[in-house]
């Protein structure tokens, strides 16, 4: 199963990941991720396949479509991670995240 690019571009900015990060993971050019970020039609599936897959080593879990939609899981540590480094939270300091 193939993701849709704008889900892709969702799980690397919550994975806080920059696009070099993701271009290089893949093993693809950051000209083509950025192609496939911008759902330009061009974009090859194998460069799909590939970010796709340097996604879920990283520890997305993409969802199936269905009929209320599709999306993507991220570990919670990667999001804490994200969020300490960032700081802006509005989540109280010893405040669960779920």
Same mark, same amino acid.
Request: aromatic share 2%.
């Given at each position: %199963?193939?993701?849709?690019?704008k889900?892709?571009?969702?799980? @690397? ?9 993701v271009?290089s993971?893949?093993?693809?050019? &950051?000209r083509?991720?950025?192609k ?9 599936? @194998?460069?799909? %396949?590939l ?6 080593? @990283?520890?997305? =879990? ?11 899981? =991220?570990?919670?540590? @990667? ?9 802006e ?7 669960? &995240?779920?």
């Amino acid at each position: %199963m193939t993701t849709h690019p704008k889900i892709l571009k969702l799980a @690397r900015m919550a994975l806080d990941l920059t696009q070099e990060d993701v271009a290089s993971l893949a093993r693809v050019s &950051l000209r083509n991720l950025q192609k496939l970020e911008a759902c330009d039609p061009t974009t090859s599936i @194998r460069t799909i %396949m590939l970010v796709q897959g340097a996604l879920e080593r @990283r520890g997305a =879990v993409f969802t199936a479509h269905t009929n209320k939609g599709l999306g993507f899981l =991220v570990p919670v540590d @990667r999001l804490r991670a994200s969020i300490e480094d960032h700081g802006e939270t509005g989540v109280k300091p010893g405040e669960s &995240l779920s």
